[in-house]
């Protein structure tokens, strides 16, 4: 089994979760993988069990007692950044959009493999680390290059014009390589919150980019598509 990465004391997971068996089975597996949990049955006491001993990821299923886990991640999102990964039986298009434009940062559908869980931890967490260096930090993925501070865009060593909509969208998901943004924030972040119904907008666009960026774009290498739910540009 895969384990954590190493620190100099556990990383600690709080496991917002009300089925004694899912607890159990995540406590053996994550305790195991060198993880410390934190575990509460309901929302509210996730919650506080978050602003009182701030977790180094949550995982929290949608199904909870006494509130909706989207609303959980709704309030986390007010004043934490933390890592959220969505643990749930519910597998519909529209709960995992619901889950992910709330905030959360990956969903994974019950049942679940282990080791598909520890992969997430671990992605969850170079994700974080990213974050914190978001900015103008360049991106390289294979040939691609995207330098944000120079406005620059190259593939295989030759400049890539593009239009200003071109290079916010594409900012966009630079700033979250390998993880999903869905549409709504998409176009949220380009277009604004007035648009965030517009999906054409969405997919007149990315088709541009795939034509310029993609050696096949109708077999795009770069920038990947969830279907129903949004866009993700490769983590190399």
């Known amino acids: 089994m895969s384990e954590a990465p190493a620190h100099e004391h556990p990383r600690r997971v ?3 979760e009300d089925e004694p068996e899912i607890v159990r089975f995540l406590r053996a597996a994550l305790t195991s993988a060198g993880y410390a949990l934190q575990v509460a049955a309901t929302a509210r006491d996730g919650l506080r069990e ?6 180094d990821f949550v995982i929290v299923d949608l199904g909870l ?3 909706d886990g989207v609303e959980v991640i709704r309030r986390l999102r007010e004043w934490s ?3 959220v990964i969505v643990l749930s039986a519910r ?5 995992k959009i619901a889950a992910l434009d709330a905030g959360a940062d990956d969903y994974l559908t019950k049942p679940f493999a282990v080791g598909e869980l520890l992969a997430r931890l671990r992605v969850a967490e170079r994700h974080a680390r990213a974050d ?11 040939e691609l290059a995207i330098d944000p501070g120079r406005r ?16 916010k969208l594409l ?27 517009e999906t054409h907008y969405l997919r007149v666009h990315m088709g541009n980019l795939r034509q310029k960026l993609e050696p096949e774009p109708s077999r795009p290498r770069y920038l990947l598509t969830e279907p129903g739910v949004g866009y993700r540009l490769r983590e190399e």
């Open 81 to 83: 950044r933390v890592p």
């Open 132 to 142: 914190g260096r978001a900015g103008d930090t360049p991106v390289t993925i294979g």
């Open 171 to 197: 900012m966009v998901l630079a700033r979250h390589p390998g993880r999903v943004v869905t549409h709504q924030q998409l176009l949220r972040e380009v277009w604004g919150p007035a648009h965030t119904r």
């Open 50 to 55: 978050a602003a009182s001993q701030p977790p």
């Open 65 to 67: 007692p006494d509130l």
């Open 14 to 16: 709080l496991v917002i």
């Open 91 to 95: 597998g519909a298009e529209r709960d």
């Open 152 to 167: 620059r865009v190259t593939l295989a060593g030759a400049a890539i014009h593009l239009t200003p909509i071109e290079f």
